[in-house]
T-cell receptor
Framework: IAGITQAPTSQILAAGRRMTLRCTQD?????MYWYRQDLGLGLRLIHY???????GKGEVPDGYSVSRANTDDFPLTLASAVPSQTSVYFC????????????FGEGSRLTVL | GQNIDQPTEMTATEGAIVQINCTYQ??????LFWYQQHAGEAPTFLSY????GLEEKGRFSSFLSRSKGYSYLLLKELQMKDSASYLC??????????FGAGTTVTVRA
């Protein structure tokens, strides 16, 4: 089934550890995004990429990094996890132009202890 | 940046109509979206407005007034499966989407 795949689905890790959340799409969309969702705060944009080879900072980029080596993959890395990064992380993709609706992955639930 | 406001919660009866309002302040408007999110699931696209007026799609309609920075999502003939969170989102000129905190709609029998 075409769409966006995120991994892992759920993860518990110790503070200070490095963690990479994986995201792969097979829709050949130009743009990809990482959001975190916290109760009462809604979805907040962490980083985005409008095309392969380029990335940009969103609303809450500190403590996170991304890369976009090709069209399909957009991994999110936490270099040294902290408890405030406990959240549900959603990867999304879209075509720029036209409606440009976002298609979301199923989310990765991350708990930092 | 974007400042997006929507009510936190709404409750309605099965078969009724509910209107979810969304107001926004933006630096560079390039479209307004509504998404539905059931508990524990990913958001899914409902509607898109870029010009003023009403867009109708089955039981769901969305309205936009750009001059007032205002949109609403209208849900008609409510069903139990419509119990979910409804997210208002505004896109800027760089194609970045900013979301409101969401409105949790509870449908009661």
């Amino acid at each position: 089934i075409a769409g966006i795949t995120q991994a892992p689905t759920s993860q518990i890790l110790a503070a200070g550890r490095r963690m990479t959340l994986r995201c792969t799409q097979d829709m050949r969309h130009n743009a990809m995004y990482w959001y975190r969702q916290d109760l009462g705060l809604g979805l907040r944009l962490i980083h985005y990429s409008n095309t392969a080879g380029t990335t940009g900072k969103g609303e809450v980029p500190d403590g996170y990094s991304v890369s976009r080596a090709n069209t399909d993959d957009f991994p999110l890395t936490l270099a040294s996890a902290v408890p405030s990064q406990t959240s549900v992380y959603f990867c999304a993709s879209s075509e720029t132009g036209d409606t440009g609706e976002l298609f979301f992955g199923e989310g990765s639930r991350l708990t930092v202890l | 940046g974007q400042n997006i406001d929507q009510p936190t919660e709404m409750t309605a009866t099965e078969g009724a109509i509910v209107q979810i309002n969304c107001t926004y302040q933006t630096s560079g408007f390039n479209g307004l979206f509504w998404y539905q999110q059931h508990a524990g699931e990913a958001p899914t696209f409902l509607s898109y407005n870029v010009l003023d007026g009403l867009e109708e799609k089955g039981r769901f309609s969305s309205f936009l007034s750009r001059s007032k920075g205002y949109s609403y999502l209208l849900l008609k003939e409510l069903q139990m499966k419509d119990s979910a969170s409804y997210l208002c989102a505004v896109r800027d000129q760089d194609y970045k989407l900013s979301f409101g905190a969401g409105t949790t709609v509870t449908v009661r029998a």
